[in-house]
């Protein structure tokens, strides 16, 4: 929770500090958001459906509407980093518990699934909420578990080289500004002087630089003026 949003972060162990990979205001973003409440409540007094919401002074949020009794309710992040709300149903006597809500999911009116950072695993294009690309250097091959960034032997710039992908944005681009504006040829500079730096995203319509201390999930996007350059070692 923010003064102005709530956001959410991943810890990355070798970035110098955490990255934010979703954010939302409650309803009136000139407030400050002093608490938020997860509440269910009936619809009507008849109480034929219940509205999940997380709520503060400056607004109100509405999750889920189950068609049941909701009261049951709890709200939990993943260890994936995906928000869910989980309600249980008392009147059947197996399988009571039903997920009626999950922030990054193909269903979701607020996130698709792309833009959850694990969900092409370490390394992976996604795109309609499916894993479909390895990227390489030769290109982008078909994505499977195994799908992982090449590792460097050496942090130092003659021992590696970067490969283009293009249109695609990395997680952290959606909800950061990145730096800028500067040139392409300036925001591979500091990643290469950095060496937790796996690589480095740019998009050439706002010259705008994102550098990228784990990969993880790239989505796929028209602009094929989004850039992604990813460290390989040299052979």
């Not at 040829?185 to 002087?193: F, I, Q, V």
Request: glycine share 8%; net charge positive; proline share 4%.
């Amino acid at each position: 929770m923010e003064p102005k949003q709530l956001a959410m972060y991943r810890k990355i162990n070798n970035s110098p500090r955490s990255v934010l990979y979703y954010s939302t205001s409650l309803i009136n973003g000139k407030d400050t958001i002093q608490y938020v409440k997860f509440k269910s409540d009936p619809e009507t007094d008849e109480g034929f459906a219940y509205k999940l919401t997380l709520g503060s002074v400056s607004g109100t949020l509405v999750l889920a509407r189950p068609k049941y009794n909701g009261t049951l309710s709890f709200l939990r992040l993943g260890m994936d980093g995906n928000l869910v709300i989980y309600t249980y149903y008392d009147k059947v006597f197996w399988g009571g518990y039903e997920k009626t809500f999950s922030l990054f999911d193909r269903d979701s009116i607020w996130e698709t699934e792309c833009q959850l950072p694990e969900r092409c695993g370490d390394f992976g294009v996604c795109e309609d909420n499916q894993c479909v690309a390895c990227p390489s250097e030769k290109g982008l091959l078909g994505w499977s578990k195994s799908c992982e960034p090449n590792k460097l032997t050496s942090c130092a710039a003659k021992d590696f080289h970067y490969y283009k992908v293009e249109g695609v944005d990395h997680y952290m681009s959606k909800y950061t500004r990145g730096s800028g504006p500067v040139k392409v040829e300036d925001c591979g500079k500091k990643c290469t002087s950095d060496c937790k730096c796996f690589g480095y995203f740019y998009k050439e319509d706002t010259s705008r630089c994102w550098l990228a201390y784990d990969l993880m999930t790239l989505t796929k996007v028209s602009n094929s003026t989004h850039l992604g350059f990813i460290k390989v070692p040299n052979k």
